[in-house]
Nanobody
Framework: QVQVVESGGGLVQAGGSLRLSCAASGSIYFISAMGWYRQAPGKERELVATITSGGSTNYEDSMKGRFTISRDNGGNTVYLQMNSLKFEDTAVYYC???????????????WGKGTLVTVSS
């Protein structure tokens, strides 16, 4: 019912930048929030950043000042601008959206399959 597709991952040197994109599509009635999580090898998935339909943002502390989440005017696409990348930012980055679909009363989280970001030291 809702498809979430990430793009923009790749290999970058430490100190460099990448911009991830995430598009949600399908029978969407309303998206209340979208965001990014990441999972490094051998570690649990952790929050990166989120943005609500009202534009409020939230970041994990270690990423404040380096990462910026934004969205397009339609609200179905979010971006993650990552600057000053570090080796420890290497992870699979997952996008999610919390959305209500047509015909259902409850919102649910929908996840993408992830995009790999590799930062070389």
């Amino acid at each position: 019912q809702v498809q979430v597709v990430e793009s923009g991952g790749g290999l970058v040197q430490a100190g460099g930048s990448l911009r991830l994109s995430c598009a949600a599509s399908g029978s969407i009635y309303f998206i209340s929030a979208m965001g990014w999580y990441r999972q490094a090898p051998g570690k649990e998935r952790e929050l990166v950043a989120t943005i609500t339909s009202g534009g409020s943002t939230n970041y994990e502390d270690s990423m404040k000042g380096r990462f910026t989440i934004s969205r397009d005017n339609g609200g179905n696409t979010v971006y993650l601008q990552m600057n000053s990348l570090k080796f420890e930012d290497t992870a699979v980055y997952y996008c999610y959206c919390n959305a209500r679909v047509l015909g259902r009363l409850r919102a649910m989280d929908y996840w993408g399959k992830g995009t790999l970001v590799t930062v070389s030291s």
